[in-house]
């Protein structure tokens, strides 16, 4: 194999991997108290949420309703419905995904994630082990930090009598 056709290949295996669909991760390894087989979470998710739970791809930009939801509630863990993100803690990064300053207590774990030349911190729901996307030091004041999450990896549940 040639030098441009190695580099070329590398870039692209790079690039694929982001979306989950070039040898791909799986979600958080380990003991949860959810723990279903890979057939029971593809029963359970549609095909883009097994993506990203399960695979740890990432949906587009811009593209998951819950980046415009502005209503008081509850953001859950859609593999398991824990839940995860109080609307109390969403912002609007204008990156395209829904963002957090902060998650509830105990809702979450976190990994480092190498990919794409690069040192991440990935977080993941910590009782299924569900990928939800990246944690940044850019966000805003109280905790500086950014939650990026993927949209599908959540479901929304208004507060009552809000």
Request: charged letters at 25%.
């Amino acid at each position: 194999m040639s030098r441009r056709a190695l580099l070329t290949a590398g870039v692209a295996g790079a690039a694929l991997s982001v979306f989950g669909r070039w040898a791909p991760a799986t979600a958080s390894e380990g003991e949860f108290e959810v723990m279903l087989s890979e057939a029971e979470w593809k029963a359970k998710l549609t095909p883009q949420q097994f993506a990203v739970l399960r695979e740890e791809a990432t949906e587009r930009a811009f593209t998951s309703p819950l980046n415009d939801e502005k209503r008081k509630g509850m953001f859950h863990c859609a593999g398991c419905d824990l839940p995860v993100y109080s609307s109390e803690t969403k912002y609007d990064s204008g990156t395209g995904w829904p963002s957090f300053w902060q998650a509830e207590d105990n809702a979450v774990r976190t990994k480092e994630d190498r990919s794409l030349f690069s040192v991440r911190t990935e977080v993941h729901c910590r009782r299924c082990g569900g990928h939800f996307g990246h944690i940044f030091d850019d966000g805003p004041a109280p905790t500086g930090m950014r939650h990026c999450l993927n949209g599908v990896a959540l479901s929304f549940k208004p507060a009552e009598n809000a």
